[in-house]
């Protein structure tokens, strides 16, 4: 794992916003797979503005969502589904054919996981963009989860569930979310972890201090061979090192 602290949210963003167009440049039939959530949400529109004004050919590139709340209708702006389009999919003009999202909905479940787990065996994931729980979730990996996990519905931890209302217009009943399994991330070709400010340093500093364990799903990042940890200064104030 390399850590690489920035200054700030807008240069952490203009970090992680470049590593994703590089590697759309090196492969453009990329398959990316995009966490979403407040971490993000920034590099991602830097990614749409710099992909517009660049000229960047995504016309080849596949985007998969890590995850989603069971349930909750992809008009909800509290959504997964809703976050990309708006961020990403449309400054961007993005295809749907491109774009490879849970269906929250869905009755079977089992088939939905089936789905993602066929369509990343298929073609592997080049890029994963993570961003971290406060309980050191990665998607829905709540701690506990096993490492061999694929795709799977889990049912959501107490402090998800808290947090997660932030991200919701009102009060919202989430039980249970969709993700991609932790074997998947670790397999990605290459894995972007992103965290800012103050309220994430504890969790940063477990995340890159802690034993590696499932208990703190973050601290896979530590073995994953290709795996970058990005935060600003304020995240990264916790570290031995910093
Ligand atoms: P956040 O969510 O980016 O909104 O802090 C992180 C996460 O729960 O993975």
Known sequence: MKLKVYKDYNELSAAAAAMIIDCVKAKPEALLCFATGDTPKLAYEMVADRAVKEKVDFSGTFIIGLDEWMGI???NTGSCHWFLHEYLFK???MDASQIHLFNALA???????????????ANGID?????????????FNEPGTDE???????????ITKTVGQKYFAGKVTIEKGITVGLKQVMEAEKLLMMANGKNKAPVIKKAAEDNISTSFPA??????????????NEAASELKQN
């Open 148 to 158: 061999n996990s694929l795709t799977h519905v889990a049912v959501l931890d107490e």
């Open 219 to 232: 601290t896979l990042i530590q073995k994953h061979p290709n795996g970058f940890l990005l935060t600003d």
């Open 73 to 75: 209708s992809p008009d």
């Open 91 to 93: 400054p961007m003009n």
């Open 127 to 139: 890029l994963m963009v993570v961003g971290i729980g406060m309980n050191g979730h990665i998607g």
């Open 107 to 121: 009755k079977n479940e089992k088939a939905e996981c089936d789905k993602m787990n066929k369509l990343i065996r």
